[in-house]
């Protein structure tokens, strides 16, 4: 009987310790501060891209500035400095992957639960080579 509960024991804590990693992703580099979404590495050139700083503003005046200003809170909070608080890998997985990003990032999620934006971001149907425009529009910002 005793060898029997070990037995039932050692099972439970197996399955209790496996469950733990498939939801913890084993050990998958799971980075708050990088985000959820495609992007896992930017590697940014230390001079700001003018050809890209360009398309990001006309892509943020088309799909940003509706809920977001640099400088003022809107419907979405103010970005200036976006790229001094975040790594650019949060910052463009925020952009291409808002929902998942509020479900499942702590960063996303604590700036949500907090109250002070109560309108979650959505979808706004960008592509990463978009997302990274709009992050050199950004760069640019806050290098002034």
Same mark, same amino acid.
């Given at each position: 009987m005793k060898n029997l509960k070990t037995r039932v024991i050692l099972t439970l804590m197996t399955m209790l310790f496996t469950s733990f990693l498939i939801i913890n992703g084993c050990g998958s580099g799971n980075d708050p501060e990088k985000g959820i !979404? $495609?992007?896992t590495e930017v590697k940014l050139d230390s001079a700001i891209? $003018? &050809?890209l700083v360009a398309k990001g503003k006309a892509i943020f005046d088309i799909k940003c500035v509706q809920c977001h200003q640099i400088g003022n809170k809107l419907v979405g909070p103010p970005l200036q400095d976006v790229t001094k608080r975040r790594? $650019?890998?949060w910052i463009m997985?925020?952009?291409l992957n808002p929902e998942q990003m509020l479900k499942?990032?702590?960063i996303a999620k604590n700036m949500a639960m907090s !109250? &002070?934006?109560p309108t979650p971001m959505t979808f706004q149907?960008?592509?990463e080579d978009?997302?990274?425009a709009i992050l050199e529009f950004f760069r640019n910002n806050d290098k002034k």
């Open positions: !979404g $495609p992007v891209n $003018p &050809e790594k $650019p890998e997985n925020q952009i499942e990032n702590m !109250g &002070e934006y149907n960008v592509t978009d997302a990274r």
